[in-house]
């Protein structure tokens, strides 16, 4: 059975950082690339980041780039999501999922990704 399941969302206040982990388990986990999406209320979800499998290639929206950064540990099947310099607007659940393939591409597209964890919930106060 795939798997992902988030933790390390809170509250946090603006400026401050998280740090989002997403554990994989029922897949090979060097064989797909893992994307970040995040869902604000009332709003359709949005993608956030990707990290690539086969040439470790990253990507990033215009509205995190420069403030978040994904990585990847292999030894723990784990995604990390690096969230500095918060703002009120990142405020939304964080999910992580499993893409069909190995690399990130370009644009993030929910029908690209096949198997989502259940989210983490990160709030920005002013």
């Known amino acids: 059975e795939v798997r992902l399941v988030e933790s390390g969302g809170g509250l946090v206040q603006a400026g401050g950082s998280l740090r989002l982990s997403c554990v994989a388990s029922?897949?090979?986990?060097?064989?797909?690339?893992i994307g970040w999406f995040r869902q604000a209320p009332g709003k359709e979800r949005e993608g956030v980041s990707c990290?690539?499998?086969?040439?470790?290639?990253?990507d990033y929206s215009k509205f995190v780039k420069g403030r978040f950064t994904v990585s990847s540990d292999y030894a723990k099947n784990t995604v990390y999501l690096q969230l500095n310099s918060l703002k009120p607007e990142d405020t939304a659940v964080y999910y992580c999922?499993?893409?069909?393939?190995?690399?990130?591409?370009?644009?993030?597209?929910?029908?690209?990704?096949?198997?989502w964890g259940q989210g983490t919930q990160v709030t920005v106060s002013s």
């Open positions: 990290i690539g499998k086969s040439d470790g290639s990253t």
């Open positions: 029922g897949f090979a986990f060097d064989d797909y690339a």
């Open positions: 999922a499993k893409k069909i393939w190995a690399e990130c591409g370009s644009g993030f597209y929910t029908y690209e990704y096949d198997a």
